[in-house]
Structures are given as structure tokens and as C-alpha cells.
């Protein structure tokens, strides 16, 4: 037989909303329904409940609805309807009484029955039923008492149709603080506390004053959701109309400031309450556990044992609890003992608790062997002791413990999965992962919330992104763990511009993000390097309140400083209170990286001060802005701090320390470490190798390599650029050109841009420029801009106008005006005395907007880096100056003259020698003869090119001074001793 309200699916209609609204407006709204509908039995005025009952009669059905399918408005509208008169329904208790006796029973007690029935379906919440026996006391006209509305409101409220309830509220002729309870509680127990907090503030409103039961019932509403403002005016209230001190008042106070983490207060009201019962203590214990106050929770506990109140074993769970929270070992086996002395060890929820203790105190084998006291296991004492080894980091033993759990009849629980797929996630086994996964398919646990969170975690560390968006979004109600760890997945190279989309939706679907979901999504920034969305979530954070959470800060430093914007990353490093060796690193890596290495050498310094101890990372990171402004003695420093820190075993540390000597030119002091280091790699014999090419020891530089092969290393590409600007830097032509052609040969690599430039670099710097043509010509390198760079080069250095003038057309052609194209040729010109030429060049130069890099040269003295510009300004300049005449005056008794025909300005000979004086590495040269300087090394460092005079000066000055200078330029190293190079004027 078909319901009879299956056909009519004009339920659906937005105009039967007026259900919801009070009796009175209901004729208005029924004014405005359309014809069609208003059919006799079926218009909407015939059903409004409570007031039609003749109507009502003709469908009836033995088939109750399916409550599932329908709306709750349909489903009332319908049983009222029809009521079951001549059917006969098991489930009914007691319907013969309707049927046979009802003329005879007078009106007061058939209500009487009515709401004993009511509250009996109230109990079983079935509702269909209850609304039968509603709708039996409307057909019969029986006019309700204040017991009866209550019933129903209470029959309503616990069913969980809140909209009836409340409606039959509205209807009561006069409304007590009953009926009023009835309906907060009924709202409370559905988890419905903001509108129980709204009903209580209407029922106040209404002038009906609450009993204890109303208080407690809106405290608790408080509570749940964490209302604690609201909560304190109920307590005001509560005092008011003295019901302080009432139990249920007093254990919702308790319980309320408990939840909201006022412990303090929930003590008070503690301890105020006349008595103290088992609940109270129970609650008040609770809460000192929740919050980890295990010590407090302990203390209380021998106090109600002192107070000689009953404890039970959810009293001891709780004290367990405590003591789980603050790892509390000692006062965890006081409990056992009691747990043992009080006869429930066996006890499946007690043990549970004690495998907590010991698994929070890192004491697995006294769970496993309490576990295993168990008789006979439930899944809740399986699903801990599983927990406890995946948190323990055993993540194989869980799965293992897992698999026995699998035979025996006990059926695995929700929270049995996700510590079994974190253990999963943990073991690194994705194929594991993936059979538990279709585990949980089987025992249908696929659309739990905690399970799909695991999951997602799961597939995201496996780097499986797109079977953990899947699992996503499968989920019917994604919470803000499982949107964070969907946003987890997306920081590498091919997922990371999903990060930003996903992000946008879980804001726009009203989530709130918290410290992890920033930590996620800065790490997608990061990867996609994208700094504007970065911003944009800077913001976010700073909204949300976030600005001052130290992992949140640390992932803000961290992406500020890949994407190279280190003001805004210094500024959120500053603004940090904690920082620990991670974010220091951070910076001073990207400090160093962005080539601001003075400033990490400072932060480097901080750090220290600061107390906190550097790892080997910032040492590496720290040795690298070293050795780009070759600050030598803060290098030492770091050497000395990593002999002392035991860093000096790793390899990074030790790679970086042989790195920075060799930049900063004290070649000895790398090998010294090369050769000391046990273990080599490739990365390492390259820069030794690098670095002897660089300082002229180009005979070091084939030893090394020979060295390197005869240990087995295959020689890569790095290598061969060692070895042939080795070759280069002495003149070694048949050796380079042997080196070059084993490159294809032997090793079956091919040479690159930068190994042909060397190539022409060894042929070019000997002068051999016909040579130099047929190798252009033959490996077809006539567009390859570096190796004409390289050429213009030497023909300035033999003073070739003529293929210099080509070279520097090629480059011209191929779009590579840079400035030293131009300086370059214009020097061709100089040395030839061309001047009508040198200033075409020039004024091109200057019409192309191409400026000439100005020379800068820099030196540590003592921890302290200076710069100087040729012709810049200098605390010093005028000693620096009186300090470089003297020695003009004393080189030319030793045969120096300037060479000023290197001078590229048309000016007079004695501003052309005034001009030669002004160079930057001469400057810093007397700088660091005047200056009170302990090492007796001078170390100079140059951007650009060293030029023919200074190197002549510099030779002259090492002899008459005794002491060895160290010239880096742009391309190698001058060792400056006993008046001559170590380049054998060879550069
Ligand atoms: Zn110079
Ligand atoms: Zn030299």
C-alpha cells in the first residue's frame, strides 16, 4: 500500500514553510497560496496540526514511512493525518487501550496515558510513533495539560525534530519553565548550543524564571561551545536567584570553566559547593587531566580519597589520563597499584588508560606486557596498544600487531585504522598503505573523518598528491585537519600551484585556517617562488592572529628568503621570540645566497651571542658568504668553532672550509684540509682542483687530478674546466688541447659553452690567433658570444686590432653589447695611441646606455671588511694617498714607471699618473700597509680585471715592503713575493 503521502511531494514547496511559523501568521501566509494547491484535504490550512482533527482520518496505513527519506515536515504532517484507527502496529504498546476503551476513559487520564506514552517513545526516540499517539489526542479533541505540552515538547526534543518542539511551545496557552527546559535541553543534547543559549535568552525575555535544571542545561550549552562570557553571566544569575549551590548548577559551573581552560575558577566553584560528590570530583579531575595537569589531577584525587568519597574506574581513567598528559610516570604506578588493589586490572577501559601511561612515557614494553595481560582484548585495549606503537615510532611492530588483531573476531574500529595508516605513513611502505586502505574499504570505515585524514596524510608523504585529493574529496565533511593535510602535499615542483587554489577554497568554504594550514601553504609559495600570493598570506596570518606563533614565523622566514626578499624575511625573523638553530640558518643561508655576506657573517656572530649552537648547515652556510667577500679571518673563526663543535668530520662542512681558503687565496690552508680529510668526493677534488687552477698552480692542478683518477673518481665536466684554465693559466697549449679531446674520447662527454671558451682562452692568450681562427671555424662556435669575449680579451693583451675589431663586431651582431665589450676595444685603440677611435667607442658606449663598471676592491683587516671604489671617498684617503706617494718615491729609485699609456682618458701625462693612482687595489694596498695589520699576507680582492701597471706595482711593493700580497681579480689569483707573480706575468 502506498503512503499516502508519498504522492504528495508538494511538500517540497517553499510556501509550507509557514509549519515553522505561529499559529496566527498562518492565515495570512495561507491568503497567498496558489489555487492549485488548495485542494480539501491536501490544503495546506487542513494541515496545520492542533487544530484539525475531522479531516484527518481517511488515509491510513499499516506501512509507517521510511523517517529516513522524508522531511521531518512531511512526516508529522502525514501521521497526524492519519491516524491508525482499526490498524493494528506492534510496535505500539498499549494500542487496544485507544481503540476499545477510549469512550469510556475520561479526558484526564487518557492525557495521563498520552504523555506516559510520549515519554516512553521520548526514551526509545521513536518518533513516528510518538506522533501517532499526537495525533490520536487531536482526532479525539482531548484539550491538553500543562503535562501533557510538556511531554511533548520533551517527546519532540529528544526525537531531534526541534521545529515541532519549539512549535508546540508557541502553542501552549501559557508556557512554564518546564516546558522551556524541555525544549533548551532537547536543543543542547543534539548539540545544538547556540540556539539553546538563544531559546534561554527568549525564555528570559518571556519573564520565566529558571530552576536548577535550566541553568545547568544553558551552562553546559556554554561549554560546549566554549562560551565562557556567557557562562560567567549564568553563574551571576545563579547567585541571583540562589541556586549556587546546587549540584547540577555547581558540576555544569565546574564543568563549564574546566572546558574553557579557567581552571582556576572551576576550582573555586569547587570548593565553594557545600558537598562534594563523585561527579564533581570526576569532572574537576577531569579537567586538571585534559589540560595536562597531571600533578593537580593527582593531588585532587588524594583528596578525594581523603574526603572518603567513592571513587570509580572512571575516576581513576581520568587521574590516568593526567597522568599520560605530563608524562608522569611515578604518579602513573601509584594509580596501577590502586588499579591492582582495587581488583579491576583485567579491566579492558583501565587498561586501556594504563597503556597510555606507559606509552606516553615511552615505557612500550610495560604496555606490550599489560597488553598482553589482557584476556580478552577489545578493540579498545587493541586499537591503544596499536596507537601506542605507532606514536612510540614502532610503526613496523603496530602493523604487526595489527595483523594479529586481523585473526581474532575482533572487528577493527575507526580509530584502529588511522593508527594503523599512521603507522603506515611512518613504516614507508606505500604499498602497505594502499592494502590498509582497501581494508577500510571493506569494513566501511572509508567516509570516517579521523580514517580519510590518515589517508590523505598518508598519500601526501608518499608523494602520491593525487590519490590523497582523491580521498579528499570522497569525504562527505571534510574538517580543517583533513583540508591542512591536503594542503601538506602540495610543495613540490608539479603540485605546488595547486596550493593557492586549494587554499582559496577551504577560506571561501568558511574554514578558518590555523598554524598548520600557514605552514603548508608558505611551503607552496616557496616552491613556486610566487612572493605576491606570499604576501597575501602574510596578511592572512597577521588577520587570523598568527603573527606571533614561532613555526608559523620560522615557515615565514623561510619563504621570504627563497624568494629573495630579505628585508621582509629579516623583518619576521626579528619579530620572532624563540629561534631555534633551523630559522637562524635560513637566514644566514640566504643571506650568503643573495651575495649579502657580510650581513651573514653578523647574524653568524649574533647567533653565538645569543646562545644558540650551530649545526653544520650554518656553518656551510656561513663559510659560503666567507668566501664570496673572502672574509678570511671570519672563515678561520668558523674553522676554529668547527674543530671545537666536532663539525669538522662532515663533509659539507669540510668541502665549504677548502672552498673558502681557496677563495680567499690561501691555497696552502685548503690542501692542508684536503689532504687531511679522510673520505673524498667529486664535488671536492673539484674545487681543490679549481682552486689551484685559479692560483696559478696549475702544476698542482694535473697533480691532483691524476690523483683523483688513480682513486677511481671519474672526472666530470666541473673538472675539466679546473684542468683547462689550469692549462690556460700556464700556457700549457698541447696539454689543453690533449685534455679537451679526451673529454669526447675517453669520458664520452660534450664540451660545453664554457670548455670550448677555455679552449680558445689557451690558444688566444698565446697569441695564436690563426689557431685560433680554424677552431672557431671548424667546431662552429662563430655565434657563441663568451668564446669572442674571450678573444677580444687577448687582443687586447697582444694588441691585435685587427681581429679584435672582429670580435668585437661578432658581439655586437650577436646583441652582446656589455660594457667590457666596449672598454675592451677602446683599450685595443689606447695602447695603439688611436684616440679619434677610443672616443667613437666611448660615445657609443655612452649613446648605448651601457656604463663602465667602476673598479672595487676590498680587504679584511682585523674581522673587518673595507671597500674601496677608484676614486671613491675612504675615512683614510688622505694618509692612503700620502702613503702611495711615498711609495711612487721609492719605487722609482727601483726602476718603476707608470704605465700610463694604459690611462684611456685623452688627458696629461700627470693626470693620466694621478688617474694610475687611483686605482682601487692600489688604494687598498696602502691602506693595508698603513693600518696596524698582524698577518703579513695582505689579501686584496678586485671585480674586474687587474690592470698591467697595478701588477707591476704590486710586484715592485712585495720586494721593497717584504711582504706577500694576494691579489684575487676576476679571474685567478696573483701571489705578489719577492718582487714577481705567480702568473709569470702570464694573465
Ligand atoms: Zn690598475
Ligand atoms: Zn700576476
Redesign the pocket.
Known amino acids: 500500500m502506498e503512503c499516502s503521502f508519498g504522492s504528495s511531494r508538494v511538500w517540497n514547496l517553499p510556501c509550507f514553510q509557514f509549519l515553522f511559523l505561529p499559529i496566527s501568521q498562518v492565515q495570512f501566509f495561507s491568503l497567498q497560496l496558489p489555487t492549485n494547491l488548495s485542494c480539501d484535504s491536501k490544503s495546506p490550512l487542513t494541515l496545520v496540526p492542533f487544530k484539525t482533527s475531522s479531516s484527518a482520518t481517511t488515509h491510513c496505513t499499516t506501512q509507517l514511512p521510511r523517517p529516513t527519506s522524508i522531511s521531518t515536515h512531511e512526516r508529522s504532517w502525514a501521521i497526524t493525518k492519519r491516524i491508525p484507527s482499526g490498524t493494528r502496529h506492534s510496535s505500539i504498546p498499549h494500542r487496544q487501550n485507544f481503540e476499545e476503551g477510549h469512550k469510556d476513559v475520561n479526558s484526564k487520564l487518557r492525557l495521563k496515558q498520552y504523555s506516559s506514552l510520549l515519554g516512553d517513545c521520548a526514551l526509545r526516540e521513536a518518533l513516528n510513533e510518538g506522533m501517532a499517539i499526537h495525533g490520536h489526542q487531536i482526532k479525539n479533541g482531548v484539550d491538553p495539560d500543562s503535562r501533557f505540552w510538556t511531554s511533548l515538547i520533551n517527546f519532540y526534543s529528544k526525537c531531534g525534530d526541534h521545529n515541532y518542539a519549539r512549535q508546540v511551545l508557541d502553542e501552549m496557552p501559557e508556557q512554564d519553565v518546564v516546558s522551556w527546559t524541555a525544549l533548551i535541553q532537547g536543543f543542547v543534547a543534539q548539540g545544538n548550543c547556540e540556539e539553546g543559549i538563544a531559546l534561554f535568552c527568549e525564555m528570559r525575555k518571556n519573564g520565566v524564571r529558571p530552576n536548577e535544571f535550566t541553568l545547568a542545561t544553558c551552562l553546559k550549552a556554554c561549554s560546549m561551545c566554549l562560551d565562557v562570557s556567557f557562562g560567567k553571566q549564568v553563574h551571576v544569575e545563579a547567585i541571583k536567584i540562589d541556586l549556587l549551590f546546587d549540584m547540577f548548577v555547581g558540576s555544569a559551573l565546574v564543568n563549564l570553566y574546566a572546558k574553557c581552560g579557567e581552571i582556576d575558577l572551576a576550582d573555586k566553584v569547587f570548593f565553594c559547593m557545600p558537598e562534594q560528590n563523585e561527579v564533581l570530583w570526576n569532572v574537576l579531575i577531569n579537567a586538571h587531566a585534559e589540560v595536562g595537569d597531571g600533578k593537580g589531577a593527582f593531588r585532587l584525587f588524594c583528596n578525594m580519597l581523603k574526603s572518603e568519597v567513592e571513587f570509580s574506574k572512571f575516576t581513576l581513567s581520568s587521574v590516568l589520563k593526567g597522568c599520560a598528559n605530563s608524562e608522569d610516570l611515578i604518579d602513573g604506578r601509584a594509580v596501577h597499584c590502586l588499579v591492582i588493589k582495587s581488583g579491576c586490572e583485567l579491566d579492558n577501559f583501565l587498561s586501556s588508560s594504563l597503556i597510555d601511561v606507559y606509552s606516553k612515557c615511552d615505557l612500550v614494553g610495560d604496555a606490550l606486557k599489560l597488553f598482553f595481560m589482557i584476556t580478552d582484548h577489545d578493540v579498545v585495549s587493541w586499537s591503544a596498544m596499536i596507537a601506542c606503537l605507532d606514536q612510540q615510532g614502532h610503526s613496523s611492530e603496530a602493523a604487526k600487531l595489527f595483523y594479529l588483531m586481523r585473526h581474532t573476531s575482533v572487528e577493527p574500529n575507526q580509530f584502529t585504522f588511522s593508527s594503523v595508516v599512521s603507522a603506515a605513513t611512518e613504516y614507508g611502505d606505500l604499498h602497505y598503505g594502499e592494502s590498509i586502505h582497501a581494508c577500510i574499504f571493506k569494513y566501511g570505515f572509508k567516509l570516517d573523518t579521523s580514517v580519510s585524514n590518515a589517508l590523505i596524510r598518508m598519500y601526501m608523504k608518499h608523494g602520491c598528491v593525487r590519490d590523497g585529493a582523491r580521498v579528499f574529496e570522497a569525504m562527505a565533511r571534510p574538517d580543517l585537519t583533513s583540508w591542512n593535510n591536503l594542503l601538506s602535499g602540495f610543495h613540490d615542483y608539479d603540485s605546488c600551484e595547486s596550493g593557492p587554489k586549494t587554499f582559496y577554497k577551504m577560506l571561501a568554504e568558511g574554514f578558518r585556517p590555523n598554524m598548520y594550514t600557514f605552514i603548508s601553504i608558505l611551503r607552496s609559495c616557496s616552491s613556486l617562488l610566487d612572493i605576491v600570493f606570499g604576501k597575501q598570506v602574510h596578511a592572512q596570518i597577521l588577520k587570523n592572529n598568527l603573527g606571533g606563533n614561532e613555526y608559523v614565523g620560522t615557515a615565514l622566514v623561510d619563504m621570504y628568503t627563497k624568494c629573495r626578499c630579505m628585508e621582509e624575511s629579516y623583518m619576521a625573523f626579528a619579530r620572532l621570540i624563540s629561534r631555534d638553530v633551523f630559522t637562524w640558518t635560513v637566514m644566514i643561508t640566504g643571506y650568503a645566497q643573495t651575495d649579502q655576506a657580510e650581513k651573514a657573517i653578523k647574524l653568524f656572530n649574533l647567533m653565538q651571542q645569543e646562545g644558540v649552537m650551530p649545526n653544520e648547515f650554518t656553518v656551510t652556510g656561513c663559510l659560503s658568504g666567507c668566501s664570496q667577500i673572502t672574509a678570511t679571518e671570519s672563515g678561520m673563526q668558523l674553522h676554529s668553532m668547527a674543530i671545537k663543535s666536532g663539525l669538522l668530520s662532515d663533509m659539507y662542512v669540510s668541502s665549504a672550509l677548502v672552498d673558502m681558503y681557496a677563495k680567499c687565496g690561501c691555497i696552502e690552508d685548503a690542501e692542508t684540509i684536503f689532504k687531511a680529510l679522510v673520505g673524498h668526493d667529486i664535488v671536492l677534488w673539484n674545487t681543490m682542483i679549481c682552486g689551484f687552477s685559479m692560483h696559478g698552480r696549475g702544476d698542482k692542478a694535473l697533480e691532483t687530478f691524476q690523483a683523483m683518477k688513480d682513486e677511481g673518481y671519474l672526472p666530470d665536466e666541473v673538472t675539466f674546466i679546473g684542468i683547462l684554465s689550469a692549462c690556460s693559466h700556464m700556457g700549457l697549449i698541447e696539454e689543453g688541447k690533449k685534455h679537451f679531446n679526451s673529454m669526447s674520447y675517453v669520458y664520452g662527454m660534450t664540451p660545453r659553452d664554457e670548455h670550448y671558451a677555455c679552449m680558445v682562452d689557451i690558444l688566444s692568450r698565446a697569441g695564436r690567433f690563426e689557431e685560433v681562427e680554424s677552431f672557431v671555424e671548424e667546431m662552429k662556435l662563430t655565434s657563441n658570444a663568451s668564446v669572442w669575449e674571450t678573444i677580444l680579451g687577448a687582443c687586447t693583451k697582444h694588441r691585435n686590432v685587427k681581429f679584435g675589431e672582429r670580435a668585437a663586431e661578432k658581439l655586437f651582431e650577436l646583441n652582446r653589447e656589455t660594457d667590457s665589450t666596449y672598454i675592451l676595444l677602446s683599450n685595443i685603440f689606447a695602447s695603439k695611441g688611436r684616440w679619434a677611435e677610443v672616443k667613437r667607442i666611448r660615445a657609443l658606449l655612452s649613446s648605448q646606455g651601457v656604463k663602465k663598471e667602476p673598479g672595487c676592491s676590498w680587504v679584511e683587516i682585523n674581522n673587518q671588511v673595507h671597500v674601496f671604489v677608484s676614486g671613491g671617498a675612504h675615512p683614510n684617503i688622505q694618509e692612503i694617498h700620502l702613503k702611495l706617494d711615498e711609495l711612487g718615491q721609492k719605487l722609482s729609485l727601483v726602476g718603476y714607471v707608470p704605465q700610463i699609456e694604459h690611462v684611456l682618458h685623452n688627458v696629461q701625462d700627470n693626470e693620466k699618473k694621478k688617474h694610475l693612482n687611483r686605482h682601487s687595489e692600489k688604494l687598498a694596498l696602502a691602506f693595508a700597509l698603513i693600518s696596524n695589520n698582524r698577518m703579513k699576507k695582505i689579501r686584496i680582492f678586485k671585480n674586474l680585471r687587474i690592470c698591467s701597471d697595478c ?1 707591476n706595482f704590486m710586484k715592485l711593493v712585495s720586494d721593497i715592503t717584504d711582504r706577500e700580497i694576494i691579489v684575487r681579480d676576476i679571474n685567478r689569483f ?1 701571489h705578489f713575493k719577492e718582487g714577481s ?3 709569470k ?1 702570464y ?1
Do not use: I, L, T
Request: one cysteine or more; charged letters at 15%.
Open positions: 701588477h696573483h707573480c705567480s702568473c706575468d694573465w
